[in-house]
């Protein structure tokens, strides 16, 4: 016994010491850290209990052992992380007795620990749980954790937590699990617990309303109340479907219960127990109650056996609602009304209006107390605006059906929109008055995403009863217009003069109504049109032209736009929207090709008597803003977006080519006359503005004619650059060359627009002809000048590579033309000179570097692929443009770490088609590659082979082993031509003999094991690999076989043995498909052993 005695108090001293450095480096990590490096320094050192598997017994006995919370939470997340990440590390009695050490802990010690230990402990049991899911059927969870309930009250609150974690755990993929294994899983807990503990929350929440738990503290009462009501709203939001792809269950429409929950749900005391906590439960609770009432309201419609069934449920539902309407007291917390308004908007979302209105009188009560509910909330509910979209949907879908009423009863709809109508367009009009008049310098209409939100659902209801809502709409604006008149009387209206403050008020309301009218007008191929109908539309569209006369009487001179009131902008805002919908109602292929009403109306008022003549309005109002507006990034990016979209439709395009603004615009389009292009802070308008006027001038088929007089206002800049370049004494710092790259990159960007409008081969050969031999072969010195400056060389890039692009089979030339091979030459110029420079001088960060290899790797792969080239003929006639090509473009590639190359995916997408079109096209080029080179392709391959499942690019992979089944079919074959370049491919794999089996057994693995959407693309290079490696792939499957278990050994190898069943050695497509066949068969037989 003394022998002993000395090595035990060691170990005691040394546990104490070690239990002493855990709580005071977690107390560093949790609380009392003075520095952000103090406490990432206690994380390093902690990192090791979360990491290693083997300190899961050391992570126990922290738990065990010490008093501070601090260090139990550590423990109870690392056995969390480590058993998460370890899983299979662990036996099956590890697990088991784990599990039962964590809920007995709970047990004995779980009332008295705090919160987030509690928490983290309850975190851990549920992991457990799920992760050995399948591996202990016998075993009971709904009644293990029931234990708790009955015990006390502090142990009833942590067995719902259980509970709640639980079915959280089972209903998300926490983990990275295979998402098939996930929905296994997943669906077995909804058909084995989910319902006993939906029942379990349901009554304890019924005897908490009822009062019959008995004599429980007000805290303890809020914590079962609110575990209740989280639990209960778990199991009703559950993703009963496996369908889910991400964890939000926000405004989900039906939800899909179970049948055997059919009795549940329609027992009158589930929906009776949810109202009373709401009525009895303080908020946020009472919130939580109205949002399971909410889950509740929209149970799938087949869950009921008949229509008699389904109606007593809506009676229930509705009596509720009105009952919530009743006591609107308590729908003045925020928390309330928000979920009472999306209550709102579910019910009428699964229910049709024919069946509410069967409700009968309580329909008829509903309806009304809904009406007094809406016209309250609008008028002065001051948490209402994020609300306002969920009533205003209820109202929209109840005028929306009423077209398919079929004599069910009265809706009496007629009696209420028109006030919620008007209600809600004069809430925003004085919303916007009083903020205006507060801040004149305000913008009311600021979030305009959530405004157009709001305007889609009203604007059906502005359309139901039309003539009432137009009527409305013309007396709020005239009387506005008239205002402005008057203050134009009184002195200057410009920015700055007059009386400002009014005119920003007025300015303010007119930009809301203007909105409001362009949603109604917009509308119209969403409800019945009449003649009426038209003439109501013209009438207010009439006054939105009318305020353009305002707006040009305001605007700033051209270039001060900056100074201008935010009313101004948010009105010429205002108009763009308006004119953006009316171009969906009546111009485009869409619209109705006469619209003699409208048009009508227009020439009384405004004097625009047709189609031309509104597109003539709408296009001079959107250039003018280029000019007027060339600062305000917003108004010029919705003003190229109105005229992009113009010219994007058949007819309307035909039309733009007939305006005078346009025409003149075609001939006159330099910075000059639109001084948006230099002055815009976002210079990729640019291109999108040249890309239209192109699409318009090539849209006649005669354009092509007037080719050259469009390109004339770019050649005084080209020849200016030409010049400059021309000197070698240009290159140096200084004015001259400031502002010639201002001009090059300016005008680059402008000669990409052009080259993206050209559609067809007769609109590119005119652009090439014009371009080549006079200006092209001078980028090149471009880039010498401008190397590392991203700004000049990405626009450079970027045109080169769209000039390379050929589109639509555009890139056709005579097959006398040599234009094909001096492009492709022009190309392969601009490579080799960016590429030695950027591989010496620039650094690795994705501006300087990564981002202009993607173009150059983007520009290779296009010049490649385009067909516009016989790349035989380089090598044929000693040129080397091929050659350099392909060598500077590769080292570029390889100079980029695999994690770099995959972190960004402009330089991923870039890199991985084109290894593709190598290993297709120039297989002999890469084999005569050294070694190491060779290997490192090979090697990023496998590396882009793993990107099989989301979020990942699934594409990556595909192309992966596009480009790989090239190289194995490439071997395969054994070409007598290829002889030099089989036996240098047959050097690499002397110096790597591992490479092809390691891609077989990656493939092999990715295919059984992963959920591959992509099982086709991978299965092509697989047959290759195994009949050009049949040892490696013997020791593959004899690896796979092992892996098992004893019992599970011979269904592999059999289903290994049907994998080769009729399969030949060759690689014909037939024999091909054979494999494919084969393989899908072999992975559903093996998932099916595997998750038996």
């Known amino acids: 016994g003394t022998a002993v005695l000395p090595c035990w108090l060691c170990a005691c001293v040394w546990i104490l010491k070690m239990l002493a450095e855990v709580e005071a480096l977690a107390a560093q990590v949790y609380g009392s850290a003075t520095s952000n490096e103090q406490r990432a320094e206690a994380e390093r050192q902690l990192s090791v209990f979360s990491s290693n598997p083997d300190m899961l017994d050391q992570a126990r006995m922290i738990l065990e052992t010490s008093q501070q919370s601090y260090a139990q939470h550590l423990a109870a997340t690392a056995m969390s992380k480590l058993l998460t990440a370890h899983w299979g590390r662990f036996s099956a009695q590890q697990r088991i007795d784990m599990r039962s050490y964590v809920m007995t802990f709970l047990a004995n010690k779980g009332p ?147 049948t055997n929950w059919r009795p549940l749900i329609e027992d ?15 908020a946020p609770r009472s919130a939580q109650a109205m949002e399971c009432l909410s889950q509740l309201a929209s ?91 969920y009533l205003l949907q209820l109202w929209s879908r109840m005028v929306t059906s009423v077209a398919y009423l079929k004599g069910e009863g009265e809706s009496n709809l007629d009696r209420y929109v028109p006030e919620v109508t008007q209600t809600y367009i004069l809430s925003k009009l004085q919303s916007a008055q009083q903020l205006l008049r507060a801040n004149p310098n305000e913008d009311p209409m600021e979030n305009e995403e959530q405004l157009v939100d709001q305007l889609d659902s009203a604007s059906p209801l502005c359309r139901y009863q039309y003539d009432r809502t137009a009527e409305f ?24 003069g007059g009386n400002q403050t009014e005119i920003q008020v007025v300015e303010g309301e007119l930009a809301w109504l203007v909105y409001i009218i362009g949603a109604v007008v917009g509308a119209r191929g969403t409800s019945r049109t009449s003649e009426e109908h038209e003439q109501l539309d013209g009438d207010l569209c009439a ?172 050649t005084p800049v080209l020849q200016h650059l030409q010049a400059f370049l021309s000197n070698p004494a240009n290159a140096a710092p200084g004015p001259a060359r400031e502002e010639a790259r201002g001009l090059l990159m300016g005008v680059l960007r402008d000669l990409r627009g052009v080259c993206v409008g050209t559609p067809n081969r007769r609109a590119y050969v005119a652009f090439f002809d014009w371009l080549y031999p006079d200006y092209l072969p001078m980028f090149v010195r471009a880039a010498e000048i401008w190397w590392n400056d991203a700004a000049v060389t990405t626009p450079l890039l970027k045109f080169v590579a769209e000039l390379a692009h050929n589109k639509c089979q555009r890139i056709a030339f005579d097959c006398s033309s040599p234009n094909g091979i001096l492009l492709f030459r022009e ?115 496998q590396y882009g082979l793993k990107w099989v499942n989301p979020p990942h690019d699934i594409s990556v992979s595909s192309e992966c082993a596009s480009a790989l089944y090239h190289i194995v079919e490439f071997r395969f074959r054994g070409s007598k031509k290829e002889q030099r370049a089989l036996a240098a491919l047959q050097s690499h794999i002397d110096a790597n003999p591992q490479m092809f089996g390691q891609l077989l057994a990656l493939l092999l693995e990715t295919v059984v094991y992963d959920e591959c959407p992509n099982q086709w693309a991978l299965s092509r290079p697989m047959l290759g690999l195994i009949l050009t490696n049949e040892e490696a792939y013997e020791q593959i499957k004899r690896q796979m076989i092992e892996a098992l278990a004893p019992d599970r050994r011979g269904q592999m190898e059999a289903a290994f043995e049907k994998l080769m069943t009729g399969v030949l050695r060759n690689l014909e497509s037939r024999n091909r498909d054979k494999f494919t066949q084969n393989l899908t068969a072999f992975r559903q037989e093996v998932k099916a052993f595997l998750t038996a």
């Open 112 to 258: 008295s620990l705090e919160n987030f230990v509690c928490g983290g402990l309850v975190t851990l049991l549920a992991r457990i749980t799920k992760l050995g899911w399948f591996e202990h059927p016998s075993q009971d969870v709904t009644k293990d954790v029931s234990q708790f309930l009955t015990v006390s009250v502090d142990h009833c609150i942590i067995g719902l937590q259980i509970y709640n974690e639980m079915v959280s755990e089972m209903n998300i993929n926490k983990t990275g699990l295979p998402l098939a294994i996930h929905r296994k899983k997943s669906v077995s807990f909804r058909d084995k617990s989910l319902l006993q503990i939906f029942q379990v929350a349901m009554q304890t929440l019924g005897q908490l309303v009822s009062g019959s738990y008995g004599q429980i503290a007000s805290n303890q009462d809020e914590k079962l109340r609110e575990q209740c009501l989280k639990l209960t709203l778990a199991c009703l939001s559950y993703d009963f479907f496996g369908t889910s792809s991400d964890e939000t269950t926000e405004d989900v429409g039906t939800v899909q219960v179970p």
């Open 268 to 282: 009158q005391n589930t929906m009776a127990t949810l109202l009373q906590a709401y009525n009895t439960s303080a």
């Open 299 to 389: 149970v799938r419609r087949s869950l009921f056996p008949n229509q008699e069934t389904r109606q007593a449920f809506l009676q229930r539902v509705l009596t509720a609602v009105v009952a919530v309407l009743r006591g609107s007291e308590r729908l003045g917390e925020e928390e309330n009304f928000h979920e009472f308004c999306r209550l709102l908007s579910r019910v009428k979302s699964n229910f049709q209006l024919g069946e509410m209105i069967k409700c009968g009188d309580v329909y008829q009560e509903l309806i009304q107390l809904v009406a007094q509910f809406t016209v309250q909330s609008l008028q002065s509910c001051p948490f209402a605006s994020n609300s306002v979209y």
């Open 473 to 496: 709409l013309l007396n709020l604006f005239d009387p506005l217009v008239a205002k402005l008149q008057a203050l134009a009387t009184q002195g200057p209206v410009a920015a700055g």
């Open 543 to 714: 006054r939105v032209f009318q305020t353009i006369r305002w707006v040009e009487m305001r605007q700033p001179e051209q270039g001060s736009a900056g100074s201008s009131s935010a009313t101004l902008k948010r009105l010429e805002l205002s108009l763009l929207y308006f004119f953006q919908y009316f171009r969906k109602a009546y111009i485009g292929e869409q619209a109705n090709v006469s619209s003699p009403n409208l048009y009508q109306r227009l020439t009384e008022r405004v004097g625009v008597s047709d189609n031309l003549m509104v597109m003539n309005v709408i296009v001079n109002k959107a250039m003018s803003n280029l000019k007027v507006w060339s600062r305000h990034e917003e108004i010029v990016d919705k003003s190229l977006l109105l005229f992009h979209e113009l010219a994007s439709g058949y007819s309307s395009s035909k039309t733009l080519s007939k305006l005078e603004v346009v025409t003149f615009s075609l001939r006159n389009h330099g910075p000059q006359h639109l001084p948006f292009l230099t002055e815009s802070g976002n210079p990729r308008h640019r291109t999108t503005f040249y890309t239209t006027l192109t699409r318009i001038l090539l849209m006649d088929d005669q354009g092509h004619m007037e080719f050259d007089a469009f390109m004339a206002p770019f």
């Open 827 to 941: 190309a392969s110029r601009l490579l080799v000179t960016y590429g030695q420079h950027i591989l010496t001088g620039a650094p690795p960060t994705y501006k300087d570097k990564y981002k202009g290899v993607s173009i150059c790797l983007l520009i290779l792969s296009r010049a490649l692929s385009g067909g516009y080239c016989n790349l035989g003929v380089f090598e044929l006639y000693g040129d080397s443009a091929l050659s350099e090509a392909l060598n500077i473009v590769l080292q570029l590639s390889l100079s980029i770490p695999v994690s770099e190359l995959m972190a960004y995916p402009k330089v991923m997408r870039g890199y991985f088609p084109l290894q593709e079109i190598l290993c297709h096209n120039h297989i002999s080029y890469l084999c005569m590659l050294e070694s190491p080179v060779f290997i490192q392709i090979v090697s990023n391959i």
